[in-house]
């Protein structure tokens, strides 16, 4: 392949939606300025996928418990989103991130969210080892 027009011929033999995929990437990136929901969880959430797991295990008319697993790192910029966004909702909660080691807590304070966040070490072949709840 030596031309413009070869490298578009060999793509369009290849993948036939290829224009398509990149048009979208395109207006995506125009519309949201990220290619893609993946790039703009890692540009906004600071995470690459959405929490695994979450649910609420406590919640009244002014506060929230949430729980969930993570995937790869904290998305700590939702929860400083949801301190300014809420400013009268008091919530904490749990995280973990088995695959790299990682446990952790935060709570809303009067300055933002805390974060406390320990390395750990997990034996796989105990299910307890998960905040996700059982199947029993």
Not at 42 to 68: C, E, M, Q, Y
Not at 69 to 80: G, M, Q
Request: hydrophobic residues 40%; aromatic residues 12%.
């Amino acid at each position: 392949m030596t031309t413009r027009e070869e490298l578009q011929a060999f793509l369009d033999k290849l993948s036939p939606d290829y224009r398509h995929q990149a048009d979208q990437a395109k207006a995506a990136e125009d519309a949201t300025g990220a290619r893609s929901w993946y790039h703009w969880r890692l540009n906004h959430w600071n995470t690459k996928w959405n929490a695994v797991g979450p649910r609420i295990t406590d919640k009244s008319d002014t506060s929230v418990i949430i729980k969930f697993d993570a995937a790869d790192s904290v998305p700590i910029p939702i929860f400083s989103a949801l301190a300014v966004r809420f400013p009268d909702l008091e919530f904490k909660g749990e995280f973990l991130e088995e695959c790299l080691n990682f446990q952790g807590t935060f709570e809303k304070t009067p300055d933002g969210v805390s974060f406390k966040i320990e390395e750990v070490e997990f034996d796989f072949n105990e299910v307890e080892t998960s905040i996700l709840p059982s199947d029993e």
